[in-house]
């Protein structure tokens, strides 16, 4: 008898904005569909139904014992490095038999630059004062959610620089929503200062929410005060056929133990100047509202958790 697949579990953030949390539901869903081979569910860290403990528990209902586990996650911070993984450990405790593998975030991955840059495009449109392709006068400044992790802030830089090379655009400034600076307006600001007369800011997101929200709110409120500049917003990411291909590939990864998550500058690992005291810091799985088992998870909890993925 041929040994099925390991079910595949997203794991979501979670967010307060019901839109946002239905786009998380309705891309796990749409995930089933496209793979009817494989036991497909999600669920959330925190703030949105169902938690992941739920998703677990049903897949563990129709017979699942083998998972893999994607984080639905654009970079490696606190949820992704602790969080998932001391949950998943707390799982195997609730449901004895069952074992999973963990997968990677998603970006900065080719497929999702090629995504944002047609969300540029889609915000600058085709007017009669620009030539299709004529990037050379557009800033872009790209806003991530922002951690107080310097190696998920990092990533998003990094995701800057790898859009900025080899498409032409004057260039790609970053900026952060919360928990990091510089903040939106000060993101801005600096694209002024380096003579920009023309940005797209560009939310770094996957879907939409109240951070991506914040992030329109803010760009308006500072375009409103700096008439000279012309700033457009773009849209997230969204549920893209490319998202859907790389979440099946971060699977496969997992399934086939080809996990190259980059650990070299770690906060939990490596003692970042301010950091120090992260160094070797134990993982507790982050409990959500809606989960019925706050008593649980507490006494198996390691350092490092993501470690398992080198």
């Given at each position: 008898?041929t040994?099925?697949p390991?079910a595949?579990?997203?794991a979501?953030?979670?967010t307060?904005?019901?839109?946002?949390?239905?786009?998380?539901?309705?891309?796990?869903?749409e995930?089933?569909r496209?793979?009817?081979?494989?036991?497909?569910?999600g669920?959330?860290?925190e703030?949105s139904?169902p938690?992941?403990?739920?998703?677990?528990g049903e897949?563990?209902?129709?017979?699942?014992?083998?998972f893999?586990a994607?984080?639905l996650?654009l970079?490696?911070?606190?949820?992704?490095k602790g969080?998932?993984?001391?949950?998943?450990?707390?799982?195997?405790?609730?449901?004895?038999?069952?074992?999973?593998?963990?997968?990677?975030?998603?970006g900065?991955?080719?497929s999702?630059?090629?995504?944002?840059?047609?969300?540029?495009?889609?915000?600058?449109?085709?007017?009669p004062?620009?030539?299709?392709?004529?990037?050379?006068?557009v800033?872009?400044?790209?806003?991530?959610?922002g951690?107080?992790?310097?190696?998920?802030n990092?990533?998003?830089?990094?995701?800057?620089?790898?859009l900025?090379?080899?498409?032409?655009?004057?260039?790609v400034?970053t900026?952060?929503?919360?928990l990091?600076?510089?903040d939106v307006p000060?993101?801005?600001?600096?694209?002024?200062k380096?003579g920009?007369?023309?940005i797209v800011v560009?939310?770094?997101?996957?879907?939409?929410?109240?951070l991506?929200?914040?992030?329109?709110?803010?760009?308006?409120?500072?375009?409103a005060?700096?008439?000279e500049?012309?700033?457009?917003s773009a849209?997230?990411?969204?549920?893209?056929?490319?998202?859907?291909?790389?979440?099946?590939?971060r699977?496969r990864?997992?399934?086939?133990?080809?996990?190259?998550m980059?650990?070299?500058?770690?906060v939990?690992?490596?003692a970042l100047?301010?950091?120090?005291?992260?160094?070797?810091?134990?993982?507790?799985?982050h409990?959500?509202?809606?989960?019925?088992g706050?008593h649980?998870?507490?006494?198996g909890?390691h350092?490092?958790?993501h470690?398992h993925a080198?």
């Amino acid at each position: 008898m041929t040994t099925p697949p390991p079910a595949l579990l997203i794991a979501g953030h979670g967010t307060r904005d019901e839109a946002g949390a239905e786009a998380f539901r309705a891309f796990v869903r749409e995930l089933g569909r496209r793979h009817p081979e494989l036991p497909v569910a999600g669920g959330f860290i925190e703030l949105s139904p169902p938690p992941l403990t739920e998703a677990v528990g049903e897949l563990v209902e129709q017979g699942v014992r083998r998972f893999a586990a994607v984080p639905l996650m654009l970079v490696s911070a606190g949820h992704a490095k602790g969080d998932i993984p001391a949950a998943l450990n707390r799982e195997k405790e609730r449901h004895p038999g069952i074992s999973y593998t963990y997968g990677r975030p998603l970006g900065p991955h080719p497929s999702l630059l090629a995504v944002l840059e047609r969300r540029v495009e889609e915000a600058l449109g085709a007017g009669p004062e620009r030539a299709p392709g004529d990037r050379a006068d557009v800033t872009v400044l790209l806003v991530g959610r922002g951690s107080t992790d310097p190696d998920a802030n990092a990533e998003v830089h990094k995701a800057a620089r790898l859009l900025w090379e080899g498409r032409g655009y004057a260039g790609v400034e970053t900026a952060f929503v919360s928990l990091a600076a510089p903040d939106v307006p000060s993101g801005l600001d600096r694209c002024a200062k380096l003579g920009a007369r023309r940005i797209v800011v560009l939310p770094y997101f996957l879907f939409t929410g109240i951070l991506p929200d914040r992030v329109r709110q803010q760009t308006e409120g500072w375009a409103a005060a700096h008439p000279e500049v012309e700033v457009r917003s773009a849209d997230v990411i969204g549920p893209e056929p490319e998202l859907l291909d790389l979440v099946m590939e971060r699977y496969r990864e997992a399934v086939q133990g080809d996990l190259r998550m980059n650990c070299d500058s770690c906060v939990y690992r490596i003692a970042l100047p301010g950091f120090e005291d992260k160094v070797g810091m134990a993982q507790q799985p982050h409990f959500h509202p809606d989960d019925d088992g706050h008593h649980h998870g507490h006494h198996g909890d390691h350092a490092h958790s993501h470690s398992h993925a080198h």
